[in-house]
């Protein structure tokens, strides 16, 4: 087994010990934790979703699995964080939730990691965030962009509310609006109006300097 299968290995599995250690142990070996995470830990939780889905994992295994890949995802938060860019130019501020009536975080979390650690201003408003508060906090924090992460069908439907409401507002000319979470696509994104769509967090990144114009 190679080390990223033995970290989707090890979520699977649920084992939060194993995966501190294979983190600690890509670390040595020099391997890049976005890749690890994105490579080993989250392909492990695609086949965790796929076992509930199928009736063979039940929610006990599932949150097992979440804790497991939090303690992993932990160990390579500060070596992140040491290797961040803070930029020169003025940063620009992302409000950052998971969508209301969905309690679903890994995700946006390492996207929230990865954006304050390459120069942008996060403000995490958390999980099961109500649109109206999105938008309040956006306006109240003078955001550039508002990230929104969904993780079930249901939830996604609050996605076009949030930009309804915010076309409502004379914020939309300047605020940017970007979608992700895993059943949210590129087209659904653009059906929407979303600005943006970012399948992974390295995307996150790479579509809020679009945005930007940087
Ligand atoms: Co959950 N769950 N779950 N779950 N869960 C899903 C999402 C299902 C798809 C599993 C399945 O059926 N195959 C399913 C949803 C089905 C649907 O669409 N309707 C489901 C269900 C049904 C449920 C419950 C209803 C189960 C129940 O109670 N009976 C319940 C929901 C509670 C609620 O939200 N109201 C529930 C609960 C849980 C937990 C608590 C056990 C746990 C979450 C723990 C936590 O987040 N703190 C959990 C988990 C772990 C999952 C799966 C297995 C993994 C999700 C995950 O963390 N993936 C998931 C199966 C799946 O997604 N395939 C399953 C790993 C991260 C890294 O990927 O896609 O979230 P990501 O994030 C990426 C990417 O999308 C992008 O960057 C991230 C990093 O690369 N990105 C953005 C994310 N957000 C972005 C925002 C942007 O602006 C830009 C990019």
Not at 172 to 189: D, F, I, N
């Amino acid at each position: 087994m190679t080390i990223f299968e033995k970290m989707a290995d090890a979520v699977i599995r649920g084992n939060e010990e194993e995966c501190r250690e294979l983190a600690k142990a890509a670390l040595k070996e020099n391997i890049e934790p976005v890749k690890a995470i994105q490579e080993g830990f989250a392909k492990g939780m695609e086949t965790v979703g796929i076992n509930f889905e199928c009736g063979k994992f039940y929610l006990p295994e599932m949150m097992l699995a979440a804790k497991a890949m939090n303690a992993g995802v932990e160990v390579f938060e500060p070596v992140i964080a040491s290797k961040g860019s803070q930029g020169a130019q003025k940063r620009a501020t992302v409000v950052l939730a998971t969508i209301q009536g969905d309690m679903h975080d890994i995700g946006k979390n390492i996207v929230k990691l990865l954006m304050s650690t390459s120069g942008f201003e996060v403000i995490d408003l958390g999980k099961d965030v109500k649109v109206t508060r999105i938008i309040e906090e956006a306006q109240e924090k003078r955001a550039d962009i508002i990230g929104v992460s969904a993780l079930m069908t249901t939830t996604m439907a609050y996605m076009p509310e949030l930009i309804e409401e915010l076309s409502a507002t004379d914020m939309r000319q300047r605020l940017k609006v970007m979608v992700g979470g895993a059943p949210v696509t590129e087209e659904w994104a653009k059906e929407i109006g979303s600005d943006g769509y970012a399948k992974d967090a390295v995307g996150a990144i790479r579509v809020a300097r679009e945005l930007l114009g940087r």
